[in-house]
C-alpha cells in the first residue's frame, strides 16, 4: 500500500495522472489463484480497498493535478508512451532518501512528454530497502500534506465490515444506531481500545531471516518521536545469527503467548495505556492458539472485551481485503503494539502518524 501511496504522491507532485492497476497477485489472466490450498482472487480491485484521489476520485477544489486513471483507460489515450528505467536517475543500490527521490523524480518528469512509462523490468522508484528503513521519512512531511494523505479513506466495503463487527472492541448502543446509523468513518481515536498486532504462520522464518541479516524495523515504524527503537543485536558472522541474537529478534517479531502477555501489561501501566479495557488481536494464528493467548490475557482482569480477527463476521467479499480491516480497527485504537518488522504494522502507524495522534500510542514487541 505504500509504494501506492508514494507512486500516487509522485505523480501529483509532478502534475501527472497516476495510472494504477488492480492489486494483482497472479498476472497470467486467471480469475483465481490457488494459495496455500485456497483459491484467492487473482486480481482485486483497487476500489474494493481504498478511496480517495489515490484511488481515481477528485483531488480537493482547486487542485489543477489530473485524476488518477486505471491502466486500461491509460493503455487507450497512451498507446506510444515514452518508456524509461528508473535506474536512468537512481541505481538499485542507491542510497538516497525518499526525500531526494521524490524531488530527481519531479523535476525529471516535468521535463518529459506527456505519456511517461517506467519500464516493467525496470528497479522500483521505492523499493524494499527505502521501505525497510529511514530513508523513507525523508519524504514524510511532503506526503504527511499532501492530498493522497490528507484525503485517504478505506473503501466502503471495509468501512462496512468494521462497522457490522465494532460489537467486538468497542460499547455499541442500539438506540443510538436506530437513532443516528454508525460509520466507521471519520477515523476518530476510539477510547479504551488497545489493538494488537501479531504474527504467526510462516511469518517465524522471515523473523530469523532478519536475525541473519540485522534486519531493522519498517522505516514508517522508525520515526524519531517513537517511545520504542530497535538496536539489532551482533551477528555470529555473514548470514548467521548467535543464539542470544536469535531470541532477540524472535522476541520482537515473533512473541510467544507469555511475552505478549508481559508487553501487555507493560504498555496498559504507561500513561497512554491509561483507561484500555477492550483488546482486539490483529493476527492470522490459528483458532487454537488465539483463543489460548485471549484467557491468558484476560487472567489479567479488568478487560470488558478481547476478541481477535478470527471474532470477525465478514461477508465473501471483505473475507479477501480482511487485512484492511484490521488496519483500520488499529488506526483508530487508542494504543496500538505491532510488529516493527510488518509492513502492516508500518502502514498504521504512518496512518495515526499522519492524524497527529500521539507518538506514545504506537508501540512494538
Same mark, same amino acid.
Given at each position: 500500500?505504500?509504494?501506492?501511496?508514494?507512486?500516487? /504522491?509522485?505523480?501529483?507532485?509532478?502534475?501527472?495522472?497516476?495510472?494504477?492497476?488492480?492489486? *494483482?497477485?497472479?498476472?497470467?489472466?486467471?480469475?483465481?489463484?490457488?494459495?496455500?490450498? /485456497?483459491?484467492?482472487?487473482?486480481?482485486?480491485?483497487?476500489?474494493?480497498?481504498?478511496?480517495?484521489?489515490?484511488?481515481?476520485?477528485?483531488?480537493?477544489?482547486?487542485?489543477?493535478?489530473?485524476?488518477?486513471?486505471?491502466?486500461?483507460?491509460? @493503455? =487507450?489515450?497512451?498507446?506510444?508512451?515514452?518508456?524509461?528505467?528508473?535506474?536512468?536517475?537512481? =541505481?538499485?543500490?542507491?542510497?538516497?532518501?525518499?526525500?531526494?527521490?521524490?524531488?530527481?523524480? +519531479?523535476?525529471?518528469?516535468? *521535463?518529459?512528454?506527456?505519456?511517461?512509462?517506467?519500464?516493467?523490468?525496470?528497479?522500483?522508484?521505492?523499493?524494499?530497502?527505502?521501505?525497510?528503513?529511514?530513508?523513507?521519512?525523508?519524504?514524510?512531511?511532503?506526503?504527511? %500534506?499532501?492530498?493522497? &494523505?490528507?484525503?485517504?479513506?478505506?473503501?466502503?466495503?471495509?468501512?462496512?465490515?468494521?462497522?457490522?463487527?465494532?460489537?467486538?472492541?468497542?460499547?455499541? %448502543?442500539?438506540?443510538?444506531?436506530?437513532?443516528?446509523?454508525?460509520?466507521?468513518?471519520?477515523?476518530?481515536?476510539?477510547?479504551?481500545?488497545?489493538?494488537? /498486532? &501479531?504474527?504467526?504462520?510462516?511469518?517465524?522464518?522471515?523473523?530469523?531471516?532478519?536475525?541473519?541479516?540485522?534486519?531493522?524495523?519498517?522505516?514508517?515504524?522508525?520515526?524519531?518521536?517513537?517511545?520504542?527503537?530497535? +538496536?539489532?543485536?551482533?551477528?555470529?558472522?555473514?548470514?548467521?545469527? *548467535?543464539?542470544?541474537?536469535?531470541?532477540?529478534?524472535?522476541?520482537?517479531?515473533?512473541?510467544?503467548?507469555?511475552?505478549?502477555?508481559?508487553?501487555?501489561?507493560?504498555?496498559?501501566?504507561?500513561?497512554?495505556? =491509561?483507561?484500555?479495557?477492550?483488546?482486539?488481536?490483529?493476527?492470522?494464528?490459528?483458532?487454537?492458539?488465539?483463543?489460548?493467548?485471549?484467557?491468558?490475557?484476560?487472567?489479567?482482569?479488568?478487560? @470488558?472485551? &478481547?476478541?481477535?480477527?478470527?471474532?470477525?463476521?465478514?461477508?465473501?467479499?471483505?473475507?479477501?481485503?480482511?487485512?484492511?480491516?484490521?488496519?483500520?480497527?488499529?488506526?483508530?485504537?487508542?494504543?496500538? &503494539?505491532?510488529?516493527?518488522?510488518?509492513?502492516?504494522?508500518?502502514?498504521?502507524?504512518?496512518?495515526?502518524?499522519?492524524?497527529?495522534?500521539?507518538? @506514545? *500510542?504506537?508501540?512494538?514487541?
Amino acid at each position: 500500500m505504500q509504494e501506492h501511496l508514494l507512486n500516487a /504522491h509522485l505523480a501529483h507532485e509532478s502534475g501527472r495522472a497516476f495510472v494504477y492497476n488492480n492489486y *494483482t497477485w497472479n498476472k497470467d489472466g486467471s480469475d483465481y489463484t490457488e494459495y496455500n490450498g /485456497h483459491l484467492i482472487p487473482s486480481r482485486i480491485p483497487i476500489t474494493a480497498l481504498l478511496r480517495g484521489p489515490a484511488a481515481g476520485e477528485p483531488w480537493p477544489p482547486g487542485d489543477p493535478a489530473p485524476r488518477a486513471v486505471v491502466k486500461a483507460y491509460w @493503455d =487507450k489515450v497512451c498507446p506510444e508512451p515514452h518508456r524509461m528505467m528508473s535506474e536512468e536517475l537512481f =541505481k538499485i543500490d542507491a542510497d538516497a532518501d525518499a526525500g531526494e527521490v521524490l524531488r530527481t523524480w +519531479v523535476e525529471k518528469l516535468k *521535463t518529459l512528454p506527456r505519456c511517461v512509462e517506467i519500464k516493467e523490468d525496470a528497479a522500483q522508484i521505492w523499493n524494499i530497502w527505502v521501505f525497510g528503513s529511514k530513508r523513507v521519512l525523508g519524504i514524510w512531511e511532503s506526503l504527511k %500534506n499532501s492530498p493522497v &494523505i490528507t484525503e485517504f479513506r478505506w473503501s466502503q466495503l471495509i468501512e462496512d465490515g468494521f462497522t457490522r463487527n465494532r460489537h467486538l472492541f468497542m460499547h455499541t %448502543n442500539w438506540l443510538r444506531d436506530l437513532i443516528s446509523p454508525p460509520s466507521a468513518y471519520p477515523y476518530d481515536v476510539i477510547p479504551g481500545l488497545l489493538a494488537l /498486532h &501479531i504474527r504467526r504462520g510462516d511469518f517465524e522464518g522471515h523473523c530469523l531471516h532478519f536475525a541473519r541479516w540485522s534486519s531493522q524495523w519498517n522505516g514508517f515504524n522508525q520515526f524519531p518521536e517513537l517511545p520504542d527503537h530497535f +538496536v539489532p543485536p551482533p551477528t555470529a558472522g555473514w548470514g548467521e545469527y *548467535t543464539e542470544e541474537g536469535k531470541n532477540i529478534y524472535l522476541k520482537h517479531c515473533f512473541p510467544d503467548i507469555e511475552q505478549i502477555v508481559a508487553r501487555v501489561a507493560e504498555v496498559r501501566a504507561t500513561p497512554a495505556g =491509561k483507561g484500555l479495557k477492550n483488546v482486539f488481536i490483529m493476527t492470522n494464528g490459528k483458532q487454537p492458539w488465539v483463543e489460548e493467548l485471549k484467557r491468558e490475557i484476560a487472567k489479567t482482569g479488568g478487560w @470488558d472485551r &478481547i476478541a481477535s480477527s478470527r471474532d470477525m463476521k465478514l461477508d465473501w467479499e471483505q473475507q479477501f481485503v480482511a487485512q484492511s480491516v484490521d488496519m483500520l480497527i488499529g488506526q483508530r485504537a487508542q494504543v496500538i &503494539i505491532g510488529n516493527g518488522f510488518s509492513s502492516l504494522t508500518s502502514n498504521i502507524v504512518m496512518l495515526r502518524m499522519a492524524r497527529d495522534i500521539p507518538a @506514545d *500510542t504506537n508501540r512494538f514487541w
